[in-house]
């Protein structure tokens, strides 16, 4: 599914790919590859004047659309309902108005998963019920916390890790705004590996190190996809339980110490 997904339906300012989503609708489909070339009908960050207008006014909690996200995941998921799942699923959220963590295991599983990545100011909250939910990386506990508390006595954590040794900074406020929250959430599950290791049998399948990818980077998925497999498969294979990988940030810079030369 993530193979399908191209840098300019993510991040709709990329000139090669604007003109190449405009050439290859031409000329049979003009509006269909004006649209995309602009990005009004990319999948996650949908530019629409109104809504971003709205937003600066003071009008909507939000930047972007979610309707484009929310039709690609309905034509690329396997399930209609979480309890379809092979196995069971809980979707991790955030309750809007507490803050609270909200476990969602049952129900269509689209909304569910617009609530869980509905990152707060970019994209809209999603209404479960009676619940008015956001991404569940501001939650108060993380997924891990919620495993072992329902009584998981061994837990494989796989976690999406974090760009690091960036040859530049992000130079826009999206890229770097995600850059950040892709940190916190990061030192977040770092501290409740601390926080639950002495209470189950944790095996931490190692993210990949170094990645100089930034979150909104979708053009080398089929490399980080293919580079996460084999480095997931050699660590099953030598039955490592828990790997040397870093797991924050505070263990790459150690690694990797950053050199500031005196003033004068």
């Known amino acids: 599914m993530w193979c399908s997904v191209g840098g300019h339906d993510v991040y709709p300012l990329i000139l090669p790919q604007t003109l190449r989503a405009l050439a290859r609708n031409l000329p049979l489909h003009p509006v269909k590859g004006v649209r995309q070339a ?5 999948y996650t960050f949908a530019f629409r004047p109104l809504t971003l207008t709205e937003a ?3 009008r909507q909690n939000h930047l ?3 309707r484009p996200l929310q039709r690609f995941l ?3 998921l396997p399930i209609e309902n979480l309890e379809d799942a092979r196995l069971p699923l809980s979707i991790l959220a955030s309750e809007v108005r507490s803050g609270k963590a909200v476990a969602l295991s049952c129900g269509p599983a689209v909304p569910a998963l617009l609530a869980s990545t509905a990152i707060p100011a970019l994209f809209p909250n999603v209404t479960i019920g009676e619940q008015v939910l956001m991404d569940g990386g501001v939650a108060e506990r993380t997924t891990l916390d919620l495993a072992v508390e329902q ?5 494989y954590l796989l ?4 760009c690091c040794d960036l040859p530049v900074p992000p130079s826009t406020a999206i890229t770097m705004a995600l850059h950040a929250y892709n940190l916190l959430s990061e030192q ?3 501290a409740s590996i601390r926080c639950v290791e002495h209470r189950t049998r944790l095996r931490l399948v190692p993210p990949l190190y170094p990645a100089q990818v930034l979150p909104i980077d979708f053009g080398q998925t089929r490399d980080l996809i293919e580079r996460a497999t084999e480095t997931t498969r050699e660590w099953i294979a030598h ?3 828990v790997p040397d990988s870093a797991r924050h940030a505070a263990d790459h810079a150690a690694a990797s110490p950053v050199r500031s030369e005196p003033a004068g």
Request: aromatic residues 6%.
């Open 188 to 190: 977040r599950i770092a």
């Open 38 to 42: 602009l990005g009004i009908a990319n």
């Open 151 to 155: 009584g998981a006595d061994e837990v």
């Open 64 to 66: 972007f659309d979610n």
């Open 239 to 241: 039955n490592v339980p």
């Open 74 to 76: 309905r034509r690329s």
């Open 56 to 58: 600066m006014v003071g």
């Open 159 to 162: 976690s999406p890790g974090f």
